[in-house]
């Protein structure tokens, strides 16, 4: 077994952030995986960081990056600069890994991972509620095709942002974030996708109920997947005065699974038309008390990344090429309201304001 420690450094001392050095200091470390920098353009977070992660901080990512030569980079800074920094990295010859979305427009992140590629570098991103046990078993129970023939599928998001969270310049503005559905619900719709799509066509509609920002703070929507079944959407950030729930449901001929909490992180509901031994204890062996909506996902996926990186794997734990499909999904849904109608995933349909400035009126 390799004894190498992998040298990382960060990008942005923001709110996720905080969620690593919580996880790679208390919560869940992780073995041969060192942050040695960490960069924010506000000194007094990159210090904080720093000194909690015993990582030199630094104001200017090209600067830490030629100084520390890390050999991985943690992009965490606004979704509207994961494309920035990425390139920036990739360029240096550093590893890859970028919190959601990958990029705001798809064809940036194809456009990077062409690139990590010919570099023969990792470029991959975060969907840590993959790594929930609860997600993990509700994909090998479909894999195993006990839930039958799928009749339908649905996410349900009820979060609380209060208003300050969209003053700090970039939450909820078009160019550097979008709405809950890409800010927050990405995640569970990349796991909606992962365990039942893929996602032939969509319609949504979106409000902005409580919070005032350029996108939505509600959104909801319907699916239709290429097997012929149906889905729901039903989020926002507009539940008060807590986070509730994030769940996803499977309905099928053969029986219901319901993952809930409000990371992804439980089994509500395990029943089928043909029980088998041990189903009983499927909601307490595979739920997971969690400290908030971001769950424990990350420490495994990091250790993945040790593993993967020992291995000189072809590609990452959740390549970007595969991250890429949740953005191409939000791109479709922000699209169907843009346009008031369905719209065909296979049409590669592209929003007119996610990524763009927001038009004056």
Wanted: aromatic share 6%.
């Amino acid at each position: 077994m390799s004894e190498l420690t992998y040298r990382a450094a960060m990008i942005g001392c923001g709110r996720v952030t905080q969620h690593y050095v919580r996880i790679l200091t208390k919560l869940d470390p992780v073995e041969r995986f060192k942050v040695v920098a960490c960069c924010d353009l506000i000194p007094a977070k990159a210090q904080q960081v720093g000194a909690a992660l015993g990582a030199t901080p630094y104001t200017e990512a090209a600067r830490m990056i030629a100084e520390t030569k890390p050999d991985v980079v943690l992009v965490l800074t606004p979704s509207g600069l994961h494309f920035e920094h990425a390139q920036l990295a990739l360029n240096a010859g550093c590893h890859v890994l970028s919190e959601k979305p990958v990029s705001l427009i798809p064809e940036q992140a194809y456009q990077l991972a062409k690139l990590a590629s010919q570099k023969g570098l990792y470029y991959g991103g975060v969907f840590q509620n993959r790594y929930n046990p609860a997600i993990r078993k509700l994909r090998e129970v479909m894999g195993s095709n006990r839930l039958g023939t799928i009749v339908s599928a649905a996410i349900r998001l009820r979060w609380c942002r209060t208003q300050d969270y969209y003053q700090d310049g970039w939450h909820g503005t078009w160019l550097m974030d979008g709405g809950v559905i890409n800010q927050q619900a990405i995640h569970h719709i990349d796991a909606l996708n992962w365990i039942c799509g893929p996602i032939e066509s969509v319609c949504a509609l979106t409000a902005n109920r409580v919070n005032h920002l350029e996108a939505e703070d509600t959104m909801v929507a319907s699916l239709r997947f290429s097997d012929g079944s149906l889905g729901t959407i039903e989020v926002t950030t507009a539940a008060r005065p807590e986070d509730f729930e994030a769940s996803l449901s499977v309905v099928g001929d053969g029986g219901m699974v319901q993952v809930g909490g409000i990371a992804l992180n439980r089994i509500d509901i395990w029943r089928f038309v043909k029980p088998m031994e041990g189903d009983a204890d499927v909601p307490q062996k595979w739920s997971q008390e969690v400290p908030s909506g971001y769950g424990l996902g990350h420490g495994p996926l990091l250790r993945d990344w040790v593993v993967s990186l020992d291995a000189g794997a072809v590609e990452p734990p959740v390549p970007a090429l595969q991250a890429v499909k949740a953005v191409e999904l939000v791109h479709a849904l922000y699209t169907s309201v843009e346009q008031d109608g369905w719209v065909r995933l296979a049409d590669n349909p592209r929003s007119k304001r996610l990524g763009h400035k927001a038009r004056s009126n």
